[in-house]
Each structure stands twice: as structure tokens, then as C-alpha cells.
């Protein structure tokens, strides 16, 4: 299974920008599919994650309100629309994907066995 993540850039502090993530059809049929970040010298941190079959969103409090995960099921894929960017969201953003993992798990990186190759984004303040 192969996840490719896109979308990252430089931008300035309050603007937005949007990560996608491609997917097999197959990945894309149950399971969740996830976003996490991680900042030079931390662990990676989960960001946003949704449920394949339902819809359902789940996000970590340093992102609610500003970032929104999303599908597309035509071109299986998973989006992470960023707004209000603040330096403190620099980091590599990593896609993941898991079609076994369980709601109790879904914010450990542990429970995703698929993942993209990462795509930087940095906000300068």
C-alpha cells in the first residue's frame, strides 16, 4: 500500500494551506486514515484523523477549530486544510493509514501500519 503525501510549503503566520494524501482504492475502503506532525527534535504528534466508513473526524485540541480532514472518495483521497497557520505548526506532515485500528487507538501513531513519505510544511511567524 502506498500513501503520497503532498501539499506542504512556506507560508506566513494566519495563512492556510491544504496536505493531500493518495490512496489505493483498497486502503480507502475502511479503516482510518490519519494526519500526524513532527517537529525537529519532538516525537511525532497526531493531528486529525478520519473514519473511513462514517465520516466521523477526530482532532488533536492544538488544531480543533483551525483544521479540517476531509475526503474525496472519486480520487481516494484524504485532505488536511490548515487555516490560521502559526509557527508552532512547523513540522513534517505524515499521512497514515490503517484499516484494522480501533477508535481507542486511533491517536497513536502505533496503530497506523501504512504511511506517506512526509511533506514539510513551515510557517514563519
Known amino acids: 500500500v502506498q500513501l503520497q503525501a503532498s501539499g506542504g510549503g512556506l507560508v506566513q503566520a494566519g495563512d492556510s494551506l491544504r496536505l493531500s494524501c493518495a490512496a489505493s482504492?483498497?486502503?480507502?475502503?475502511?479503516?482510518?486514515m490519519a494526519w500526524f506532525r513532527q517537529a525537529p527534535g519532538k516525537e511525532r504528534a497526531f493531528v486529525a484523523a478520519?473514519?473511513?466508513?462514517?465520516?466521523?473526524?477526530y482532532y488533536a485540541d492544538s488544531v480543533k477549530g483551525r483544521f479540517t480532514i476531509s475526503r474525496d472518495n472519486a480520487k481516494n483521497t484524504v485532505y488536511l486544510q490548515m487555516n490560521s497557520l502559526k509557527a508552532e505548526d512547523t513540522a513534517v506532515y505524515y499521512c497514515?493509514?490503517?484499516?484494522?485500528?480501533?477508535?481507542?487507538?486511533?491517536?497513536?501513531?502505533?496503530?497506523?501500519?501504512?504511511w506517506g513519505q512526509g511533506t514539510q510544511v513551515t510557517v514563519s511567524s
Open positions: 482504492e483498497r486502503t480507502f475502503r475502511s479503516g482510518y
Open positions: 497514515g493509514a490503517s484499516r484494522s485500528a480501533i477508535l481507542s487507538a486511533i491517536r497513536t501513531d502505533r496503530a497506523y501500519d501504512n
Open positions: 478520519l473514519r473511513l466508513n462514517g465520516g466521523n473526524t
